[in-house]
């Protein structure tokens, strides 16, 4: 709702933000207040002119980030939140735009995101050693951790998590496809592995 209010502010005062996403808003909850950071180039029509449709969808883009979490129901309420004079098969229209658009995206950045992220791009994932975890490594071995808030924050505990045992290629497909699904918005649908430990034997072992 919070995020719906801002969009509708930045709407109506025809402002565009050149990197308009979640990681670019600030929110203090002792204050329930909303800032933009990363800010350059930031834009703003003239007075009285509206949005373009191109620059509206990249603010309602935002939602699309909650994507796996939002009902129908929820799309509705957020669209209208977002001071959006449409019916409802216009929403259910442009919000299957919106998808559809992001997975286009998605898709076309995939071969560069892939590589990111089987080389430990801080963006998405990082290298550790056994100082960094609670696991016995030995030999030649490689591990790699998820970035999220709960495993950067702290050293995480693998042994408190359940473990799949898989051949180098079904490990590393696995843990591909749960960063696209990631990127797509849907990790709803998915248990995502947290870290994946390369073993020199062979078989590798991915953390649930």
């Excluded at 509708?8 to 950071?37: Q, T």
């Excluded at 994507?67 to 216009?90: A, I, Q, W």
Aim: a neutral charge; hydrophobic letters at 35%; glycine letters at 6%.
């Amino acid at each position: 709702m919070k995020n719906a209010a801002l969009i509708k502010v930045l709407r109506e005062k025809g402002i565009r933000h050149p990197d308009f996403h979640a990681g670019n808003i600030m929110y203090c909850p002792e204050s329930a207040e909303m800032a933009l950071i990363d800010v350059y180039g930031i834009k703003a029509e003239a007075c009285g002119r509206k949005l373009s449709k191109k620059d509206e969808n990249r603010l309602l883009h935002l939602l699309v980030e909650y994507s796996g979490r939002l009902s129908e129901e929820d799309v509705f309420r957020l669209f209208e939140e977002c001071g959006l004079n449409l019916s409802g098969k216009e929403i259910l229209l442009r919000w299957q735009e919106l998808l559809a658009a992001n997975e286009r995206h998605i898709s076309h950045e995939w071969p560069k995101r892939r590589r990111q992220i089987l080389s430990g791009h801080s963006k998405f994932c990082r290298l550790a050693s056994p100082e960094d975890v609670q696991v016995e490594l030995g030999g030649h071995q490689k591990l790699m951790i998820r970035n999220t808030p709960y495993f950067t924050v702290q050293n995480p505990d693998l042994s408190k998590l359940g473990i799949v045992k898989l051949s180098h290629e079904a490990a590393e497909n696995l843990w591909l496809e749960s960063f696209r699904k990631q990127l797509l918005h849907r990790e709803e649908e998915t248990r995502l592995p947290q870290a994946w430990l390369q073993r020199d034997d062979g078989t590798d072992l991915l953390y649930f």
